[in-house]
């Protein structure tokens, strides 16, 4: 079993930064692709970006460039860094998390077996 709780959300203006925060407990969280999500108000929830065990990452198309995802194993948490936030990211934001391996389908949201609370998002224009 593995334990997620995301931090870091809040109200930031047009254009402003955030950094999310997922902290992870419960297994060798290094093992472990980790991933992000998130849900707007009526929308189906998408993916935000991935990094695997080894660093690589993995981003929604309209996500790189302005997102970045990293993760420290030493601290079990991964990091969502999101720069020149707009309104229409305002969502809640899932951290996500999978025993890594080969052929995983990150932008799949059915690979993911481990869910966090999730953390609101608010960008205000």
């Known amino acids: 079993q593995v334990q997620l709780v995301e931090s870091g959300g809040g109200l930031v203006q047009d254009g402003g930064s955030l950094r999310l925060s997922c902290a992870a407990s419960?297994?060798?969280?290094?093992?472990?692709?980790m991933a992000w999500f998130r849900q707007a108000p009526g929308r189906e929830r998408e993916f935000v970006g991935a990094?695997?065990?080894?660093?690589?990452?993995k981003y929604g198309y309209f996500m790189k460039g302005r997102f970045t995802i990293s993760r420290d194993n030493a601290k079990n948490t991964v990091y969502l860094q999101m720069n020149s936030l707009k309104p229409e990211d305002t969502a809640v934001y899932y951290c996500?998390?999978?025993?890594?391996?080969?052929?995983?389908?990150?932008?799949?949201?059915?690979?993911?077996?481990?869910w966090g609370q999730g953390t609101q998002v608010t960008v205000s224009s």
């Open positions: 996500a998390a999978q025993e890594d391996y080969f052929g995983l389908n990150y932008y799949n949201i059915g690979s993911w077996r481990y």
């Open positions: 419960g297994r060798t969280f290094s093992n472990y692709a």
């Open positions: 990094i695997s065990w080894s660093g690589g990452t």
